[in-house]
């Protein structure tokens, strides 16, 4: 009989994203892109009065931008974002996060903490987490 290794499910504070580039309500389209670009994100947790408002994301930034043709120099964050976004604690498990942004085809959540926002898991955190827990089962195997 082979007795195979017992797993622990991690939560999300081990692959989400810390300290993640946010944006303020009030700042136009154009400077979401930038941010967007300078650090490789799609997904922009969005400020107002030091509490989080919403989501932007870089799809929502091109319907807006190409289809809707707005100026992003003028449109605000506020106008595009996703209000009310998902939001989860550190403390999560990972299975319960990646099944329920599975189900409702969530791109992202923000992690929040007694100070605000402390980090983001996004889908390109989820595959990061499957990577690392399939080596980890293929290595553990006898």
Known sequence: MQIMPVMLM???ARFMTVDPVTIDHASTLAVARRLMQAHKIRHLPVITDGRLAGVVSERELHLLE????LDPETVRVEQAMTPNP???TADMA???IAEIM???KYGS???LGRG?????FTMADACRALTTILRQTVDDTP
């Open 66 to 69: 190409q289809v809707a043709r």
């Open 10 to 12: 991690p939560s999300i």
């Open 109 to 111: 959540v923000v992690v």
């Open 94 to 96: 990972l299975d319960e």
């Open 102 to 104: 599975a189900e409702h």
């Open 116 to 120: 605000g926002v402390e980090g983001i």
């Open 86 to 88: 998902f939001v989860v």
